[in-house]
């Protein structure tokens, strides 16, 4: 079946680093946009970075030049490098799969908490 397991969350002071990784497997991955997504207590979700099948990104502008998304497709991995953490990137981050053709789908991971403490 479908899965997107993400891993790598945690506690880290203001300044640090934390990476990221989001594992796949039950569908064509290579093929898939990646996003991942955050989502603080009382806040919507909101996009945080993609990386489309052909490798171009795209980042919020709270996370240029912090945040570096990745992909390895033959790992059926993608990745989030979160450099200069600050207090407010504290949230849930998700993992998000999505295709838009033929075949269209549009899977979640069940999240990882990063705090990021003062």
């Known amino acids: 079946q479908v899965q997107l397991v993400e891993s790598g969350g945690g506690l880290v002071q203001a300044g640090g680093s934390l990476r990221l990784s989001c594992a796949a497997s039950g569908f064509t991955f290579s093929i898939s946009t990646i996003g991942w997504y955050r989502q603080a207590p009382g806040k919507q979700r909101q996009l945080v970075a993609t990386i489309s099948r052909d490798g171009s990104t795209n980042y919020a502008d709270s996370v240029k030049g912090r945040f570096t998304v990745s992909r390895e497709n033959a790992k059926n991995t993608a990745n989030l490098q979160m450099n200069n953490l600050k207090p407010e990137d504290t949230a849930v981050y998700y993992c998000?799969?999505?295709?838009?053709?033929?075949?269209?789908?549009?899977?979640w991971g069940r999240g990882t908490q990063v705090t990021v403490s003062s």
């Open positions: 998000n799969a999505r295709r838009e053709h033929f075949p269209r789908y549009d899977y």
